[in-house]
């Protein structure tokens, strides 16, 4: 059977019994097959390429593309349904396809030209243009065919004739698609089994005859089918019916949500046009979810969102996000109005560079007006449309930017705006622009952006919880730890925290520093095991605890022993260790009681040595049942006392010895202040890999308080005494250089010997002045019971003194002792 006798048209006449050249076998059309490597240089040249363009291969192999195709200019569309006319010359490649040619373009381009063939007039050509990806050199992939024999091949095309039921090149439009897949051509039975995935209707033998004819001869196929256009085929002429519109955006909604047409559709010819098109917009969809989302961290998935749609889908990406969104905030309710701010937080093109950075750039907020696309958008949840925007849509949208003209990059331009919506509230919208050179968005286009906006939607919600969650839990672990100023009375306190780096940023390590009656101070650092919120609520009541009775000036091993069993009490669910110091400036001591947690290490200002402190451990808080030992280790002014927990020094797979001598080491590296010291201690431990765990650090400088900026007195169970006790004092506030204090400083502790006195017991009452950065007074009875303010009435006599106490003090308080109970206030020292 002879070539026109398979395809069913008689040899030598077209469809319409019209003659045809004689080297061209009936009933088909040439098809120039041209591929363009990276240098612009032609690297394959097909039979019908020699055809058509009328240059052998030998001549065309190895010549600038740009020679070759001398296209003196795109067609002018036809007029009235007639067909295309001569117009003159032209000069320069047409636009899309000089831009193809020399890499301009990164997506699919389609045309008409005129191409000068030697020894022939000029031929009217329909053209396609595919950029080719993979490790190959080809870098192009041109397509070309004979206008007039595309229309005329098998009948002329009226005005009065039926435009749906047309001859064309269906299975060059189909298999055009594949071939810009791939870069190394495959042979023709790899072709042949890929075609039926994009045509799933065709059978495999058909697929054979249809890629042999195309690879071997460079001959589409003709057959009778709807008319359509693919998505990057321009519209040649051919009028389309609208009440298609509908089915299409069927067929799109229906493929990128993997449920397959009834198949009656997928048979008929025209839809299966509509699948090649939807099968390219599924792999746009499957290539955009994979590169957004890659984290949750919001800034980065919003730049993986606007760049993932340039340029295949778009020239132009700018993202808008509402306020709470941008700010980590909860979710955003009610729906948006003209007053809501709306965020630029990108714009991705691919313009010359910072051709839109100033006119808009990324960081700015604005609300938008009722009349304009993207309030239509952001109200109805729904894409809006624009093929193409006016001079008076340009100029009604360039209102919004002051002393800014947009104009000139929005004018003429196709504009699609597509909502970025979760749980069905919008969160911000996308507007996609493209070149004017390209074709316009549309039908389809507006249903896939719809679909990629809802995608990146749920990215971007994903990444706004997660941020909103952090943000959440970092306040909360904020909340949890204390604001210890930089000076106690007789030492320097600095501290770290870091949040756990992989399994939350909760836990519950802690850190606590106590004012203590006589110019004491309690040092604590806890761990309660395990993450999250549970942990860190724990902690949160343990470190209240932990305040509340140091405050009591609880001996440290009463106090984890009374903890112990708060935490019983709590429940059993959670054990915690806890490292408990009390600090004697006065004395030069630390008194120190362990539950479970690794030892300290003090730091000697003499020669700089560091040492482990050997601590009886005990059990962790909430074991039940086991004592507490404490222990006094004497230190000297300028010692270093170094307390953190277990996430610091412990690393999964090494030995926690590693990290406590890197501890010791680290702590003893001379430092010029108490924050470069713990940076120190930070760098040396952190910097290993592995660490899970949160991480509390607590370092003390222990400077102590010199014995003479220390005065004490014993004062007799005698009100004679009063009057004595006020005269020491003001005796010694003069040689310490404080007289401007005597007054406020005689009256109140007039009142609280005069108390002292009056409950006393039998023994002495002791008067104690301590001079630092405060004035510290403290009086010391033997009497258990707690002075508490009261309100005094004019009768009254009693119930002023602490009255009087508590107005001119800077602080005061009260506290039980082994023996009594002491109360003590602060006066600042006065300004010089």
């Not at 005329?152 to 009226?158: L, N, R």
């Not at 955009?288 to 132009?316: H, K, M």
């Not at 106090?559 to 004395?587: E, K, S």
């Not at 900026?709 to 003069?734: F, I």
Request: hydrophobic fraction near 40%; charged fraction near 25%.
């Amino acid at each position: 059977m002879d070539r026109g006798t398979e395809w069913g048209v008689p040899p030598g006449r077209g469809a319409g019994g019209r003659a045809v050249a004689a080297d061209v076998p009936a009933g088909r059309v040439p098809l120039a097959v041209v591929v363009v490597d990276h240098d612009g240089l032609v690297s394959h040249w097909s039979r019908g390429a020699r055809r058509l363009l009328g240059r052998a291969k030998e001549e065309a192999i190895g010549s600038p593309a740009a020679d070759l195709l001398p296209v003196s200019g795109a067609l002018p569309d036809e007029a009235d349904g007639a067909p295309y006319q001569s117009h003159g010359a032209y000069d320069g490649p047409g636009p899309g396809l000089e831009s193809s040619l020399d890499g301009r373009l990164s997506y699919p381009a389609a045309g008409r030209a005129r191409l000068a063939v030697p020894e022939r007039d000029r031929v009217d050509v329909l053209w396609w243009a595919y950029p080719l990806v993979g490790p190959g050199r080809e870098r192009l992939l041109v397509l070309a065919a004979d206008a007039d024999g595309l229309r005329h091949g098998d009948g002329h095309v009226d005005g009065d004739e039926d435009a749906d039921q047309v001859v064309e090149a269906g299975a060059f439009e189909r298999i055009a698609p594949a071939f810009a897949l791939h870069t190394d051509f495959p042979g023709a039975d790899e072709l042949a089994r890929r075609l039926p995935e994009i045509l799933p209707s065709m059978s495999v033998g058909e697929s054979a005859r249809i890629v042999a004819q195309v690879l071997e001869l460079g001959y589409p196929v003709l057959e009778f089918s709807q008319n359509d256009r693919v998505p990057v085929t321009p519209d040649w002429g051919v009028p389309r019916r609208v009440e298609r519109r509908a089915r299409r955006e069927r067929a799109a909604r229906a493929a990128t949500q993997g449920v397959p047409l009834p198949e009656e559709q997928a048979d008929d010819g025209g839809e299966a046009l509509e699948y090649a098109a939807v099968r390219e917009r599924l792999e746009l969809l499957n290539e955009v979810s994979g590169r957004i989302g890659t984290s949750l961290d919001l800034a980065r998935t919003i730049v993986e969102v606007s760049r993932a749609v340039v340029p295949r889908f778009t020239d132009v990406a700018g993202t808008y996000l509402r306020e709470q969104v941008v700010a980590g905030e909860g979710f955003p309710e009610g729906v948006p109005d003209t007053r809501t701010m709306w965020h630029r937080v990108a714009v991705e093109h691919n313009d010359e560079p910072g051709r839109w950075d100033d006119v808009v750039p990324v960081g700015e907020a604005m609300p938008f007006p009722a009349h304009t696309p993207f309030f239509q958008c952001m109200t109805s949840g729904e894409p809006v449309l624009v093929p193409r925007i006016s001079e008076e849509m340009g100029h009604a949208i360039a209102s919004q930017f002051e002393k800014r003209d947009i104009r000139p990059l929005i004018t003429h331009r196709s504009m699609l705006v597509v909502p970025l919506k979760a749980r069905n509230v919008v969160l911000g919208f996308m507007v996609l622009l493209r070149h004017p050179e390209r074709a316009e968005f549309n039908d389809m286009d507006r249903v896939t952006g719809a679909e990629l906006a809802a995608r990146a939607g749920l990215v971007l919600d994903n990444a706004r919880m997660y941020t909103y969650q952090e943000s959440v839990a970092e306040t909360l672990q904020d909340s949890m730890l204390p604001s210890i100023p930089a000076r106690m009375a007789g030492c320097d306190v600095a501290t770290r925290y870091l949040p756990g780096t992989l399994l939350g940023r909760v836990g519950g390590d802690w850190f606590d520093s106590v004012k203590l009656p006589g110019a004491r101070t309690a040092l604590v650092v806890g761990d309660v095991m395990g993450h999250g919120l549970n942990s860190a609520a724990m902690m949160g009541q343990l470190r209240t605890a932990v305040q509340t009775m140091a405050a009591l000036d609880l001996p440290p091993a009463q106090l984890l022993r009374n903890l112990d069993d708060l935490a019983q009490r709590l429940g059993d669910t959670y054990l915690a260790t806890c490292l408990y110091a009390v600090y004697d400036p006065i004395a030069s001591e630390v008194h120190l009681a362990n539950a479970g947690h690794i030892p300290p290490v003090l730091v000697r200002a003499g020669d700089g040595r560091s040492e482990l402190l050997d601590l009886p451990t005990g059990a962790p808080i909430g074991v039940g049942g086991v004592p507490f030992e404490a222990v006094r280790v004497p230190v000297r002014p300028g010692d270093r006392l170094v307390m953190c927990t277990d996430g610091l020094v412990e690393v999964r797979g090494e030995d926690i010895g590693v990290g406590l001598a890197t501890l010791c080491e680290s702590a003893a590296h001379p430092a010029a202040s108490m924050d470069d010291a713990c940076d120190t201690i930070i760098r040396a431990l952190n910097t290993r890999g592995g660490r899970k765990d949160d991480v509390a650090l607590l370092m003390a400088r222990l400077n102590g308080i010199e014995p003479e900026d220390v005065a004490e007195w014993r004062v007799a169970r005698d009100r004679a005494e009063v009057g004595r006790a006020r005269a020491v004092v003001r005796e010694q506030l003069h040689e310490w250089g404080l007289a401007r204090l005597t007054d406020p400083a005689e009256l109140m502790v007039s009142e609280l010997v005069t108390n002292a006195v009056r409950h006393s017991h039998g023994r002495p009452v002791e008067l104690r002045l301590v001079r630092g950065d405060t004035l510290l007074c403290e009086v010391e009875d033997d009497d258990h019971d707690l002075p508490t303010l009261l309100s005094a009435g004019p009768a009254d006599d009693s119930g002023r003194g602490l009255r009087v106490v508590s107005t001119l003090a800077r602080e005061w308080g009260t506290s039980r002792t082994n023996t009594g109970k002491t109360v003590w206030f602060e006066l600042a020292p006065p300004r010089r």
